[in-house]
């Protein structure tokens, strides 16, 4: 039984792609589509994970990895360390492997950042290394619009003009929130929206994620320079909206009379172990940053 460590990229093994995909693919199905619509949008896997990997007979049984996210937390811009894709194989569970591989990224994050995340259905996993959970919430506003222009066009990434505005504006963006948001990150995005609609509203040079459901607008993230208010959005939306439901903290919409809700996105939880300048705050990790 051995263990290797790749500190710095994928580089250094050409084939340790397929090998951690065998392992993640049989973890998390699909997990390889969205990391191939990531690497297509040019941002790749292999170029922002650091893999911490333990083999067995050259197979790949216990994987945890981190990335480096860029985020500005109560206004003050850090590098966060992100612990994701923790995975072993069903046959090689309750031995001890992932204690000894987690117990190996901890050593490598406390030595780089200050705080360290990351997202779970399964907390109980990560609470003996230190790990504690965050409240998050979501934001509701009922509102009244009838519909405007349709202002809205979905990037077709085949162009290279939509491929060039998304890294611009990725590369470029303010955070959407002060209190947690992101800037400058492209990998995490990339795999975790790069397979849905893109919304881009040309006249206010913003990219919005998200969804539709009846009257009701599922505000994800937004990916622009400035942040523009929300009535600025439906004015672009050619529907009627009756309620939008803020994925972030708002406080960059102009919104009035916003109602608060604890939330669990998608059934998971924010970890976070270290300093957490917004404990405590009401807000939520936008979905395109949750890993």
């Known amino acids: 039984m051995n263990q290797y460590h790749f500190k710095q990229s994928f580089s250094a093994d050409s084939a340790l792609s397929d090998k951690l995909f065998d392992l993640l693919e049989d973890t998390f199905p699909g997990l390889s589509s969205m990391a191939e619509c990531g690497r297509k949008l040019g941002a790749s896997w292999e170029t922002a994970s650091t893999p911490f990997i333990r083999f067995h007979d050259d197979i790949a049984i216990t994987h945890v990895g981190v990335l480096e996210i860029p985020m500005q937390i109560m206004g003050q811009r850090l590098t966060v360390g992100g612990v994701h894709a923790v995975a072993t194989r069903a046959e090689f569970r309750r031995r001890g492997y992932y204690r000894q591989v987690m117990e190996e990224v901890l050593e490598y994050c406390d ?79 990339c795999v975790n929206e790069g397979s849905r609609p893109l919304y881009y509203v040309e006249d206010l040079d913003l990219i919005a994620c998200m969804e539709i459901e009846d009257s009701r607008l599922h505000l994800f993230d937004l990916v622009a320079t400035q942040i523009c208010s929300l009535n600025e959005i439906l004015a672009r939306i050619p529907q009627p909206i009756a309620e939008v439901v803020i994925y972030f903290s708002p406080e960059h919409l102009d919104v ?36």
């Open 111 to 189: 030595q780089r950042y200050e705080t360290i995340v990351l997202t779970t259905p399964q907390p109980e996993f990560y609470l003996p290394f230190g790990f504690r959970v965050i409240k998050e919430y979501i934001f509701k506003v009922k509102c009244d619009s009838t519909g405007g222009t349709d202002g809205l066009r979905v990037l077709n990434f085949a162009d290279i003009k939509d491929f060039t505005l998304l890294h611009r504006l990725l590369e470029t963006r303010t955070p959407v929130s002060n209190i947690v948001g992101v800037v400058k990150e492209k990998p995490v995005f």
């Open 256 to 291: 009035k009379d916003v109602q608060s809700f604890p939330h669990e996105f998608d059934e998971t939880v924010l970890m976070v172990r270290g300093t957490f300048a917004a404990e405590g705050e009401k807000f939520m990790l936008p979905r395109s940053a949750r890993c």
